[in-house]
């Protein structure tokens, strides 16, 4: 086997597995899992939304115009879920510091290590591009013209065009992620890097996820976008334009049925003439992505050959020393973090949090869910017209709730995650088991670091919709609220967060559904409560007391609970076996 060769595995190797999180860490299983799922879920989605074709007869020209919606749909799909996944694997893109540390002192040229780096990246993105389009591109063409007398030869070339246009946008979204990666470390020194890459990435990974919640909305009345000079600054647009001046006319010239009345010729005319509007936009759509799409790859081979003429440096990229802040560092240690294991927690818990690679990338995804939530619920609505609180409907005050649960159970799952796990052999030797004073310290820093950012971003939409001292109510509110759903997440939790090995939930398959309807229906019902106590000074002083009381009493609860085990900083899965021949 070639250096090359060896080498693209190895490369490939590190995408799915982790040895950061856990020695036993192997991500195969989870990645198939959610191959097979997305692979599923595409197939379901064709054929779903192809009904419409198989129930309704409609006219060649009907169907051309009624399957632009279809079509931006999945080019869209596929240039979100190609991007995120870029973004995903930010880092991994290009040859990192720790690729340099292992490789560089071996006798292999610098080249074939790039080349088996780009090979990887290739291939994974080519991957996660066939399992997104395969079924679409099998199903739709083919439930399209379910009705139509089109010959064979012609729904094949459908297929075709419908899987060339869905795997090229998908293909140029990921490598646009690729050239701003490479332009970043072109433009920035190290150190400046550093600091700006993981800000662009969170940035990215909560723009493509609130992109990804809203195609289905987004991808209604294209045929009349298509006329509209904002809507045609869209990238899936300009690929919708591709992939008609390839295969449009397949379907708008399809043989008609000789049997139709004259109210059918009427709206097939009719329907005619609005395609054949269409069609010098079209081109000009096209064009616009054969450019973008050039552009972009000249880009991104221009920044990639910059950046390989050296390999990453750890020494490069080590940070400069912060200069400390006395005054706001005792005011934090007197109103948040008193006593030194709650100090502790709470200044750990704020460095994993923000400079932890991947429990940003946890948290960016979860604010991704929330600010698609709250654009599809403020989406048709007219805010100018509430005169007060009543006027506004319970999915308005939804909003709030939904923003910083995500983020508390995003915050959660990440405390699972080992900050650094080859340093974790400190924490086992300073332990003394107080768990209970360090996980005070986790609680605070979870408030101040993530529910009161949370609160602070939503504060101005509802400072509009209510003014300010409504506002703040609702924000108080919205902190009570928090305190009781993190006092539930962390009630069982027996471990030291941020620092033990990974151990994969086994009932996260199972029971993921079921906890998603509950934590809708919890945001859900809590909004309703919130509506009604802002409407009274007195139902919202029985409502804050009240979430005071029950999170006060978890505390308790919790706290008189029997003897916790000994903490095990090298959990193993359930699956593990452990010969123990080192003892």
């Not at 297929?159 to 979204?173: E, R």
């Not at 003394?432 to 004073?437: E, K, L, S, V, W």
């Not at 008189?560 to 010969?579: G, H, I, N, W």
Request: charged share 15%; hydrophobic share 55%; net charge positive.
């Amino acid at each position: 086997m070639s250096i090359h060769s060896t080498l693209t595995r190895h490369f490939l190797r590190r995408f799915l597995e982790n040895d950061l999180i856990s020695p036993e860490a192997d991500r195969s299983q989870l990645l198939a899992v959610v191959g097979a799922a997305l692979f599923s879920v595409t197939l379901l989605i064709a054929l779903f939304m192809s009904f419409a074709y198989i129930g309704l007869p409609r006219t060649p020209s009907q169907l051309a115009l009624s399957a632009l919606n279809d079509r931006y749909f999945y080019i869209s799909l596929s240039m979100v879920v190609s991007a995120l996944l870029a973004v995903a694997q930010w880092d991994s893109l290009v040859v990192d510091v720790r690729d340099a540390a292992i490789l560089e002192p071996l006798p292999v040229r610098p080249t074939t290590i790039r080349r088996a780096k780009l090979a990887a990246v290739a291939i994974l993105g080519g991957a996660a591009a066939l399992i997104v389009n395969a079924m679409p591109a099998l199903v739709f063409p083919w439930l399209l013209v379910y009705h139509t007398r089109l010959p064979v030869s012609a729904m094949l070339a459908l297929m075709a065009t419908h899987a060339i246009v869905t795997i090229a946008a998908g293909a140029i979204a990921y490598v646009t992620i690729i050239a701003l990666r490479e332009t970043l470390a072109a433009v920035f020194r190290p150190r400046s890097l550093a600091a700006v890459s993981p800000l662009v990435q969170g940035s990215l990974i909560v723009a493509l996820g609130s992109a990804l919640l809203l195609i289905p909305p987004s991808s209604d009345r294209i045929a009349q976008r298509v006329l509209n000079d904002a809507h045609v600054l869209s990238p899936p647009m300009w690929f919708l334009g591709v992939y008609e001046v390839m295969a449009g006319d397949i379907v708008r010239h399809a043989p008609r049925s000789p049997a139709l009345r004259p109210r059918a010729l009427a709206a097939e005319s009719a329907a005619a003439r609005a395609y054949d509007r269409r069609k010098p936009q079209f081109d000009v759509l096209a064009r616009r992505a054969a450019t973008a799409s050039w552009m972009v790859i000249l880009v991104a081979a221009a920044a990639y050959s910059w950046n390989a003429r050296r390999f990453p440096s750890a020494a490069l990229v080590q940070s400069r020393r912060r200069a400390r802040w006395n005054t706001g560092r005792r005011l934090t240690r007197l109103l948040f973090a008193r006593g030194q294991t709650i100090a502790a927690g709470f200044f750990f818990t704020l460095a994993a949090v923000w400079r932890s690679n991947l429990h940003r990338l946890t948290l960016a995804c979860a604010g991704a869910a929330g600010v698609a939530a709250a654009v599809v619920t403020l989406s048709g609505l007219d805010l100018e017209e509430v005169s007060g609180v009543r006027d506004v409907p319970t999915g308005v005050f939804a909003i709030q709730p939904m923003f910083y649960g995500a983020l508390l159970v995003a915050f959660r799952h990440g405390i699972r995650v080992p900050a650094e796990l080859r340093a974790n052999w400190a924490f086992q030797l300073a332990w003394r088991d107080r768990a209970r004073d360090f996980l005070a310290g986790v609680r605070r820093a979870a408030i101040v670091g993530v529910v009161m950012p949370a609160l602070l971003i939503v504060l101005p939409l509802f400072a509009y919709v209510f003014g300010l001292p409504l506002a703040l109510a609702h924000a108080a509110l919205g902190l009570a609220g928090a305190a009781v759903l993190l006092e539930v997440l962390l009630f069982s939790y027996e471990k030291v967060p941020f620092t033990c090995t990974y151990v994969p939930s086994e009932n996260l398959k199972a029971f993921g559904i079921p906890y998603v309807v509950v934590f809708l229906s919890g945001a859900s019902i809590f909004a309703g409560m919130e509506r009604n106590a802002l409407q009274d000074p007195a139902a919202w002083l029985r409502l804050v007391g009240l979430l005071t009381l029950i999170t006060v009493g978890l505390r308790i609860t919790s706290t008189r609970r029997t003897s916790r085990p000994p903490v095990d900083f090298d959990e193993a899965p359930a699956t593990t076996q452990r010969l123990g021949l080192h003892t």
